[in-house]
């Protein structure tokens, strides 16, 4: 675990940004004494190597010290992330923290974000806690990002799944064509998504469709019920109430929270 050169950095802001497609094209620069991050809950975005790097779902990115956040996307595509920014002492963050790397599970990132975003914005706790709570969460997350890159790969069929699925979510899918275009047997294809996401298959299809119809809410003017079979919910009622369970509120509280 790193430790802190000076005074822990203070949390100052914490929010979401869901950007138009193509990206942001507007990057945001931090200031010298400023920590900014960026986790990715839906859509896909280049980071900044010298050779850019398309980075997906649950890439944290760190931004300190005057450097700008990401902005670009494939022509098409999209991302939305959770925004956290901190204030910190002149060179007091951690020198080793890489400009990205992976939360290992996707659902357990997006319930934290959800509950920190929570708790900043109407439960009444100190911020301080809140911020301590998110770094202690973000170093765990580095930690583990960094042992399972030296002890274990995503294997190739895993990834065909993924696309599969990423390509083909609002289309009817069983588990049978995600195992075909993957090359395994249905069973396998369990095994692996459990093993690696933590979660089965139908659930990812299922967050897929969501997180895309909240992003689509967040960020056009599309009725719900055309949003819902956008993603593949031909029944309305069905996908409110995936919504609800999903998000924690209906999809027109979140269309208001989140709009722009």
Known sequence: MNHWLNLPPRLTRL????????????PTSSEQNEVLFEIIQEGSVYGLE???????????????????????????????????????????FPSDWPRVFQWKDRKSMHTFMEEMLHAFHYAALDRDVIGNLILSRFEFELERSRSLARTQAVP?????????????????????????????????????????LGESPHQYLIQKRLRIAGHTLA?????????????????????CRAFRKFFGRSASEYRQAYSR
């Open 15 to 26: 929010g979401t940004y869901a950007s138009p497609l193509g990206g942001s094209r507007k």
């Open 50 to 92: 010298e050779t850019p790097v398309l980075h997906g779902e649950s890439a944290v990115f760190c931004h300190q010290g005057g450097q700008i956040s990401v902005s670009d996307s494939p022509p098409g595509s999209y991302y939305n992330c959770y925004v956290v920014w901190f204030e910190c002492a002149q060179d007091g």
């Open 156 to 196: 190739t069929q895993l990834s065909l799944a993924t696309d599969f699925i990423n390509r083909n979510y609002a289309k009817p899918l069983s588990l049978e064509d995600v195992a075909k275009a993957a090359d395994v047997s249905v069973s396998h294809l369990h095994m692996l998504f459990r093993a690696h």
């Open 219 to 239: 960020t056009g003017n599309l009725s719900i019920k055309v949003v819902a079979t956008e993603v593949g919910y031909p029944n309305a009622e069905n996908f």
